[in-house]
T-cell receptor
């Protein structure tokens, strides 16, 4: 019964390809996030959606496009992949307002661009 | 802009001993939350402990406790009776108000020696 699940766990692809990472949460939360963790382990917010609406969009190349078909899903599509996109991408969710306001994370997707 | 600083890239502790991880943050907000997350080699992000800024009492979760010094903008994590399973990256994180993304420090890698 994984609360926040991401697929795939690992993604190896060639430069220039387009790929998607899927995220689903079964916690009934209304806010979802994408974070990027670089090779130095630094975690940074990319996007946040609340009830399918974009509320945070950090300075991210427009090759990255999040899509939220419903409040339980937030997918990340990346066009024209570059070497620098190699990282671990984490999806997270929280309930706002809600008990403890805790963000729950998925297990991460390790993207390797060759 | 809010920032989170973890000044110890790596720390080491003997099993059963106590270790303190440092974190300072910078904000002009009065309503915020602070968190410590643990990331073991499995890369799953696990919430260790959280602190609401309006609460003076330091949060405690079993062997984990914090020393929250609001005026000094300091939020250190103390791990008592360290166990081998505590070995991981530890991230300090800040969130403004009851919603929004987490802002992470660069992490501290904790090693536990048997």
């Amino acid at each position: 019964d994984t609360a926040v699940s991401q697929t795939p766990k690992y993604l190896v692809t060639q430069m220039g390809n387009d790929k998607s990472i899927k995220c689903e949460q079964n916690l009934g939360h209304d806010t979802m996030y994408w974070y990027k963790q670089d090779s130095k382990k630094f975690l940074k917010i990319m996007f946040s959606y609340n009830n399918k609406e974009l509320i945070i969009n950090e300075t991210v190349p427009n090759r990255f496009s999040p899509k939220s078909p419903d409040k339980a899903h937030l997918n990340l599509h990346i066009n024209s992949l570059e070497l620098g996109d190699s990282a671990v991408y984490f999806c997270a969710s929280s309930q706002i307002p809600g008990t403890h306001n805790i963000q729950y994370f998925g297990a991460g997707t390790r993207l390797s661009v060759l | 802009a809010q920032t989170v600083t973890q000044s110890q890239p790596e720390m080491s502790v003997q099993e059963a001993e106590t270790v303190t991880l440092s974190c300072t943050y910078d904000t002009s907000e009065s309503d915020y939350y602070l968190f410590w997350y643990k990331q073991p080699p499995s890369r799953q992000m696990i919430l260790v402990i959280r602190q609401e800024a309006y609460k003076q009492q330091n949060a405690t979760e079993n062997r984990f406790s914090v020393n929250f010094q609001k005026a000094a903008k300091s939020f250190s994590l103390k791990i008592s009776d360290s166990q081998l399973g505590d070995a991981a990256m530890y991230f300090c994180a800040y969130r403004r108000g009851s919603q929004g993304n987490l802002i992470f420090g660069k992490g501290t890698k904790l090693s536990v020696k048997p």
